[in-house]
């Protein structure tokens, strides 16, 4: 499993690991403590259509993943996973309404463009 962060910015996979603090192979933001594949941000990349919305749907993830964990203590240390989880959502619901959804999708429904000579360019739920 691939993990790769150049740090310049110049790639989407290094923008998203940026966004999402994922930065050090073997630190990752992910409740094992591990990183996410380049394969699993590359597909996010794909599916959502821009690297913008690749980090709301990595921050989507990671709402999930947090989601079954519970808060504990043992003596004067605590673990608050629900605060984690919950400032995961909200950092997926701030992206989401900066950028958006995704462009594709390989379930459920998507807007379809008319192309009927002369509306190419207008979606058909737009009409």
Do not use: C, H
């Not at 940026?18 to 941000?41: C, W």
């Amino acid at each position: 499993m691939a993990f790769t962060y150049v740090g310049d910015l110049s790639t989407d996979l290094d923008k998203v690991r940026f966004y999402i603090n994922d930065k050090v192979a073997s630190s990752g933001p992910l409740p094992s403590g591990t990183n996410f594949t380049d394969a699993e941000l590359e597909g996010l990349i794909t599916t959502e259509g821009s690297w913008e919305r690749a980090v709301a749907g990595a921050f989507e993830v990671l709402t999930s993943a947090y989601a079954g964990l519970v808060d504990f203590a043992i003596g004067p240390r605590k673990e608050s996973l629900s605060q984690t989880r919950d400032t995961f959502k909200d950092l997926a619901d701030d992206w989401r309404t900066k950028y958006g959804t995704a462009t594709t999708s390989t379930v459920g429904t998507r807007a379809m463009t008319r192309v009927d000579g002369y509306s190419n360019d207008v979606a058909a739920d737009d009409v």
